[in-house]
């Protein structure tokens, strides 16, 4: 009976990492995985409970790496239980489903599958321990591409997070080099105000209206990067949104 809810638990945890690979990474919405979205509320909210009894400038460098760890986090707890939840299955089975070499052997049954979860997820392969069961080669194989899948996914996520961050940042940069380098937006319009009339300034205005909406699109599919918190406040959303509306 223990055995079977080992299994059942690992199943479990192997349901939770492909479900919140899904919706964090796959589904590209506002609502992610409740791991992810839990995780970085939990971590975001203590930080800035912490940070905002310090100084500005200290409070400014506390929240800036918050986001920046928060994918590679979430991604090493994905990898975590990916090898925990295999690892549980593979427990009851050690004794009767795996070949192990002599130098591997050992009698802590549950370290050494975690040792094959973790070698097989990465697909190092030793050979020191083997499956010799149908059942188990198969959930190997499955193990194998797993890993595969969610490493690449991950990685390229966190590839578009950040092409997402710096088309936000030159977004928000052409905004303050335009205002002078400030925040002024007579600065702005005066630019385009010469002999009574306005010139460009409407089509700046349509150009500013596409950057929002692929902006405010870009947070809508990667919820994450509201977290991102950057040390220059110019290069933030909040000051290109006031830039633009009070243009």
């Not at 790496?65 to 590679?72: E, I, S, T």
């Not at 994905?78 to 299955?89: D, E, K, P, V, Y």
């Not at 080669?137 to 797993?146: D, N």
């Not at 306005?198 to 919820?223: C, N, S, V, W």
């Amino acid at each position: 009976m223990f055995d079977i809810l080992l299994t059942i638990f690992g199943f479990f945890l192997l349901f939770l990492v492909f479900y919140e690979t899904y919706a964090t990474i796959l589904r590209a919405t506002k609502r992610t995985g409740p791991l992810s979205q839990n995780l970085n509320q939990t971590l975001w909210f203590l930080t800035k409970n912490l940070a905002k009894h310090s100084e500005r400038r200290w409070r400014h460098r506390l929240l800036n790496p918050v986001a920046p760890l928060l994918l590679p986090f979430l991604f090493s707890l994905f990898i975590f239980l990916l090898i925990i939840g295999f690892a549980l299955i593979y427990y009851p089975q050690m004794e009767t489903g795996f070949h192990q070499s002599d130098e591997a052997k050992t009698t802590d049954n549950w370290m050494q599958a975690c040792y094959f979860s973790g070698i097989t997820l990465f697909t190092i392969g030793y050979g020191d321990v083997v499956p010799h069961t149908a059942a188990m080669r198969v959930l190997a194989m499955i193990q194998g591409l797993s890993g595969i899948a969610v490493i690449s996914l991950a990685v390229t996520y966190l590839l578009t997070v950040y092409r997402a961050l710096e088309r936000k940042r030159a977004v928000a940069l052409n905004f303050y080099h335009q205002a002078a380098q400030g925040a002024d937006v007579a600065n702005f319009i005066a630019r385009h105000y010469a002999r009574g009339h306005f010139y460009g300034l409407t089509d700046e205005l349509k150009i500013a209206t596409r950057d929002l909406q692929e902006m405010l699109e870009t947070h809508l599919e990667h919820p994450v990067i509201h977290y991102f918190h950057p040390l220059e406040v110019y290069k933030s959303l909040p000051r290109a949104l006031f830039f633009v509306l009070e243009a």
